[in-house]
């Protein structure tokens, strides 16, 4: 994989076993992330994003399992279908990533540069003496003492270091495809705004596909180039990031924009989405996953899965959202008949 590679998420479903037998923590999902660019989900706690990074690795553990669907990835196929060591190999040569533990998942009691060195072994680096400079530049562009940091255990470093030697990991064998769960969570404002940046940076000198896991709309707002809202294991709303966060149509995505508290202005504005997100066991089984919380909620949310309404490449999947577009279409619709109507009156007075 020597460039930017599609991804094609296909009605993806990923299930836990629980003491009340598997549920979905990811339903019929679809989802493209296009080359070279930067996709960022955003959902609140629960919603599935981290199992869906997850199956982009095929790296879901029991007592989950990705029960249907596909993730075709370019030059690497149905990653569902990877096993042993083809997929050992793509994990970490074609597909970087940093999961929401990597705070926690350093070895500790290695140093950094002995992990990465492993990590270079175990995937046949031949220069181990340039992935080490390479990490040190990595390191050196998001503020930290390369060198130093290299030499130290996890105990060592804090937090905020810890999740950037996690971003440099993911990017250090120069994969093409790099998953980012929470990359930005344990820094402050300023770190966070930093380490974005560099994300960004990178992603278009190496000419990467990025996909970045967050429940901060703010992140997404400055990183990706489309996001996809998930909730209750679907994705529910996706897009140009632009377009959808100035004029969100699904009812969440409204409600996760209105309780983002603001800088400037009433701070009262920020209004909390009322009630929780669901769990696994309280994900309704049929129907729409979000009625329990929505302003707009009628009868058919309570049977129907919500159809899916495209305007270009931006998908919603809401039923009031259809009814919306249905009643557009009919008042346009009765609107070019009167024209046609009127039109034709006039050539047969004429
Ligand atoms: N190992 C597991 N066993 C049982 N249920 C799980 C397991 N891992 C996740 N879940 C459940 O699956 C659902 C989706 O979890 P997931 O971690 O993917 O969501 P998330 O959006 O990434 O949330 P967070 O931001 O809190 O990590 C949740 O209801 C969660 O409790």
Not at 142 to 157: I, P
Not at 171 to 183: G, I, R
Request: charged share 25%; with cysteine.
């Amino acid at each position: 994989m020597k460039q930017a590679p599609g991804v094609r998420v296909n009605d993806l479903s990923v299930v836990y076993r629980t003491p009340a037998g598997e549920l979905p923590a990811v339903a019929g999902i679809d989802l493209e992330l296009v080359p070279g660019t930067i996709t960022g989900v955003v959902g609140e706690s629960g919603s599935g994003k981290s199992t869906l990074a997850l199956s982009l690795l095929n790296a879901v553990q029991p007592p989950g399992r990705i029960r249907s669907g596909s993730v075709e990835i370019d030059g690497l196929g149905d990653v569902v279908q990877l096993g042993g060591n083809d997929l050992r190999k793509a994990r970490g040569r074609h597909i970087g990533y940093v999961f929401q533990a990597a705070q926690n998942s350093l070895n500790p009691l290695k140093t950094v540069g002995k992990q990465l060195l492993d990590l270079g072994r175990s995937h046949e680096v031949d220069d181990l003496r340039a992935l080490v400079r390479d990490a040190k530049d990595l390191l050196g562009r998001m503020g930290l003492d390369g060198a130093r940091v290299l030499d130290s255990h996890q105990h060592e470093l804090s937090g905020g270091m810890r999740q950037r030697v996690g971003i440099m990991l993911a990017l250090v064998l120069n994969a093409h495809l790099v998953v980012l769960d929470e990359p930005t969570t344990a820094l402050d404002m300023i770190t966070q705004a930093t380490i974005l940046r560099i994300i960004r940076e990178v992603h278009t000198e190496r000419g990467l596909t990025t996909l970045v896991i967050t429940h901060d709309l703010g992140v997404v707002a400055e990183v990706a180039d489309r996001l996809a809202v998930m909730y209750g294991g679907r994705v529910v709303e996706q897009g140009p990031t632009m377009e959808v966060l100035g004029a969100p149509r699904h009812p969440y995505t409204q409600g996760l924009i209105r309780a983002i508290p603001r800088l400037v202005g009433d701070i009262g504005e920020a209004r909390a989405l009322p009630g929780r997100p669901p769990t696994l066991g309280t994900i309704p089984a049929r129907g729409c996953v979000f009625r329990e919380r929505c302003h707009l909620r009628m009868d058919v949310c309570e049977t129907e899965e919500p159809p899916v309404v495209a305007r270009g490449e931006w998908i919603v999947a809401c039923h009031a959202v259809a009814a919306e577009a249905e009643r557009g279409r009919r008042t346009a619709a009765a609107g070019a008949q009167r024209v046609a109507k009127a039109h034709g009156a006039e050539r047969r007075q004429g």
